[in-house]
């Protein structure tokens, strides 16, 4: 079998440990299954460890099915987590479920609070668009620092911005894609830390689990490769020594290089078994529409790390 990547992994033996972290916001895919392959794939074939970790960090959308739901498809897929298994999870044996975690948030908020180095933001989405007409990068907005010298008082919200230094520039090598320069200010402007709602962030929440759960190297898509440059820099400024390093795969792609269909019926893990594929199709499917093998072939969970090697 051919490697697709011949990736130089630089963890020395007991090895690293990552993740595979679903948001419960809907059913699985097949992105979230090529994910999957890339996690599971890449720790096995390079000695490290993979934990699972629910990221429902939004409340208004995140569903008890649809966690139940990928705690099943992951059980038929074959995809065994170290730590806390899928059982783990459904007995509630975990503080890897970030809807538990709010006080670690909280406490890591309050260490940044008392550095001045966060403040409450009143400003809508609406407020942020009328307030910065074109922006860098046109898929993000940022943030124009409108409240920054506001002093809003804490208690009219609980939305909290942390200030990310102006012309600092984060470099990192992306195991797959090689040196990569962000500068969060000019990407992103101050970050979101909690929403108006009192909901967590994803960026926030990723970074203060990514150093608790003592995670060594993050392997996503390259849809959050943007995000990067500022998680660097929060774990530095929440006093992580040496951040995570970093993979991001290609996209789902279809072998001539269109883009998927999103529609449920042609990429929903929970479609694709009712129509008859098997386990590892599935799996076959996912990891060559992310670019890891030319054709479509089953591949088993326990054979995913030769994909790699
Ligand atoms: N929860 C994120 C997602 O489902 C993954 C975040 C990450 O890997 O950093 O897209």
């Given at each position: 079998m051919r490697a697709a990547y011949a990736l130089a992994v630089p963890f020395a033996p007991p090895g690293f440990t990552t993740r595979f972290a679903p948001a419960p916001t809907g059913y699985l895919h097949l992105g979230h299954a090529a994910n999957a392959v890339w996690v599971w794939g890449v720790a096995r074939a390079f000695g490290g460890s993979v934990l699972l970790r629910v990221?429902?960090?939004?409340r208004g959308r995140c569903r008890p099915e649809y966690e139940q739901a990928l705690l099943d498809d992951l059980d038929w897929l074959g995809l065994v987590p170290d730590g806390v298994s899928t059982t783990g999870f459904r007995a509630g044996e975990?503080?890897?479920?970030?809807?538990?975690n709010t006080a670690r948030y909280q406490a890591r908020l309050s260490e940044l609070d008392s550095r001045g180095l966060t403040y409450a933001c009143s400003c809508s989405r609406v407020d942020i668009a009328r307030a910065t007409p074109?922006?860098?990068?046109?898929?993000e907005l940022r943030?124009?620092?409108?409240?920054?010298?506001?002093?809003?008082?804490?208690?009219?919200?609980?939305a909290r911005r942390i200030l990310m230094a102006a012309g600092l520039t984060e470099h990192f090598d992306d195991l797959r894609l090689g040196p990569m320069s962000q500068d969060p200010d000019h990407q992103c402007g101050d970050l979101l830390a909690r929403d108006r709602s009192g909901n967590w962030t994803y960026q926030f929440a990723v970074v203060v689990d990514d150093i608790e759960q003592g995670i060594d190297l993050v392997i996503r898509?390259?849809?959050?490769?943007?995000s990067t440059g500022r998680q660097i820099r929060l774990a530095r400024m929440l006093g992580r020594r040496s951040p995570p390093r970093f993979l991001h795969h290609p996209l789902l792609r279809q072998p001539d290089g269109r883009k998927l269909s999103k529609s449920a019926r042609d990429t929903g893990l929970r479609e694709l078994r009712a129509a008859g594929r098997t386990r590892d199709e599935v799996l076959g499917l996912a990891g060559q529409l992310s670019g890891l093998c030319d054709a479509p072939r089953p591949i088993a969970p326990d054979s995913l790390a030769d994909l790699f090697r």
């Open positions: 990221e429902d960090h939004d975990t503080r890897q479920r970030q809807s538990d074109s922006t860098t990068d046109a898929s943030y124009p620092g409108t409240c920054r010298a506001r002093k809003i008082n804490p208690n009219v919200t609980p898509g390259e849809d959050l490769l943007a």
